[in-house]
């Protein structure tokens, strides 16, 4: 039985999703596919320990959007371990072959393995994330790879914190940059534009107060540094979030810039929260410097954000607005920016507009033998610059977990994209920056994970 048969008879439910389409990496090395952390729809939002968590719904609260510091489970603290592993199914429908033609192609490979340890106290909490890749399609020989797992490998968070009152605390180290909406901006598994433009889930070196109550929740932190470059081939990209680098040397007009002195901020106020609906707004703001090894001279790095969020019923609602200015003190060109990530580099226009909205819903009934909630979303980043041609992501998915073990779940998504770096063959290194051929491209993605 061929892997296309045997996703269908798997997974025929998921009919509906099969529809739209799937598609290829862009030719050459810097052709990674975006891989994020899943989500669960209307789940917990770990604001001051963001370490997503994946408990039967039955262990939820009542509310949607309970947010909370966490809990201590004993006065002398409690430390669990875990992780996750992953196989990814991908449909590409706008491949290409070693000779250029154009083709489609099916790939099941091994995706991620993750290992992560936690510290829960009544006072002191603390959590660290490691990841491994390679050995796929992605991490293969046509991009220089030797196509082992762990070839590339690297944090994704490691901190340690302090819980000052119920509401309050500190959390020093590698953690999530506190913006937009956290700790993702929508529920899909290759996420929106906004990670691969580095302005979803964001982990960086610095400390962060957060105060959490019922309605009202607001953090503030400082980063001296980005998410460092780990273990891979990549000149400076070999970590899990989006950040500002070093180009590799594949990128054309590729700068070398490392961001600096972050003072992030992010607030957000529940105007209505009960047992059928919530509706909550907020913003965000941040700014930094980004030095330029190429002319030593220190640009910087401005961000603001709006965001709203909300529920009714089984429906969920989440919009983010975001724009940005970069002055990158380049030599050649100030009009784009090389950003990098899970190994590979890129380029991105450095003024523009971002906006992205999605609406789910939870199934009351399972599926099958699973629960399911379906989504459907759409990105975009509306660069400045009259020549550069608008990046779009649409998006429609489901995110199955099996009722019987909510440790097992498994994400099937169809993606459209144009200038989409992650969507279509030659879109990846400018298609966040100038464009790329400006046509729709689709690909289709099954992830299917276990988190223990």
Not at 164 to 169: G, I, M, N, V
Not at 303 to 316: A, D, K
Not at 379 to 384: E, G, L, Q
Request: hydrophobic fraction near 35%; charged fraction near 20%.
């Amino acid at each position: 039985m061929t892997t296309k048969s045997l996703v269908a008879t798997r997974f025929g439910c998921a009919a509906w999703v099969l529809l739209c389409a799937s598609s290829a990496l862009a030719q050459g090395r810097g052709t990674v596919e975006l891989d994020a952390e899943p989500s669960r729809v209307n789940r917990v939002q770990p604001i001051a320990v963001p370490d997503p968590t994946y408990e039967p719904e039955s262990a939820k609260p009542a509310s949607n959007f309970d947010l909370g510091p966490p809990k201590g489970k004993t006065d002398t603290g409690t430390f669990t371990f875990g992780g996750a592993i992953r196989a990814r199914y991908d449909w590409r429908f706008n491949d290409v072959g070693l000779g250029g033609q154009r083709k489609a192609s099916e790939h099941f490979d091994f995706d991620t393995l993750s290992l992560k340890a936690a510290y829960d106290s009544d006072t002191i909490f603390g959590a660290a994330q490691y990841r491994f890749y390679g050995g796929s399609s992605i991490y293969g020989p046509r991009n220089g790879y030797r196509g082992y797992p762990g070839e590339v490998s690297f944090p994704m968070w490691a901190y340690v914190g302090y819980k000052l009152t119920k509401e309050d605390s500190i959390t020093v180290g590698l953690n999530q940059a506190p913006f937009g909406l956290t700790p993702y901006f929508g529920t899909s598994f290759i996420e929106t534009l906004g990670f691969a433009m580095g302005l979803e889930e964001v982990y960086n070196f610095g400390v962060k107060y957060s105060h959490v109550e019922p309605d009202l929740n607001y953090q503030i932190g400082y980063y001296p540094g980005a998410n460092p470059n780990a273990i891979g081939l990549s000149l400076d990209s070999a970590r899990y979030s989006t950040n500002i680098v070093r180009a590799d040397s594949y990128v054309p007009f590729g700068s070398n810039n490392a961001e600096q002195n972050m003072f992030i901020g992010r607030a957000e106020y529940f105007f209505l929260k009960n047992e059928l609906a919530s509706f909550a707004v907020g913003a965000s703001i941040w700014h930094s410097d980004l030095y330029n090894f190429d002319t030593r001279q220190t640009g910087t790095k401005q961000l603001e954000g709006v965001h709203v969020l909300g529920t009714y019923g089984p429906w969920g609602f989440k919009g983010i607005y975001v724009r940005q200015d970069i002055d990158s003190k380049n030599p050649l060109r100030n009009d784009l920016i090389s950003i990098g990530g899970f190994d590979f580099s890129n380029n991105m226009a450095t003024h523009g507009n971002f906006v992205s909205a999605e609406v789910t819903y939870k199934v009351a009934d399972p599926i099958g033998p699973f629960t399911v909630v379906p989504y459907a979303g759409y990105s975009a980043y509306f660069k400045d610059k009259a020549s550069f041609q608008t990046s779009e992501r649409f998006i429609l998915g489901g995110a199955w977990t099996l009722t019987a073990d909510p440790n097992l779940i498994v994400y099937t998504e169809a993606v459209i994209g144009r200038n989409d770096p992650y969507v279509g063959a030659g879109q990846f290194v400018n298609g966040l920056a100038q464009g790329g051929d400006n046509r729709w491209k689709s690909r289709f993605i099954m992830n299917i994970g276990y988190y223990f």
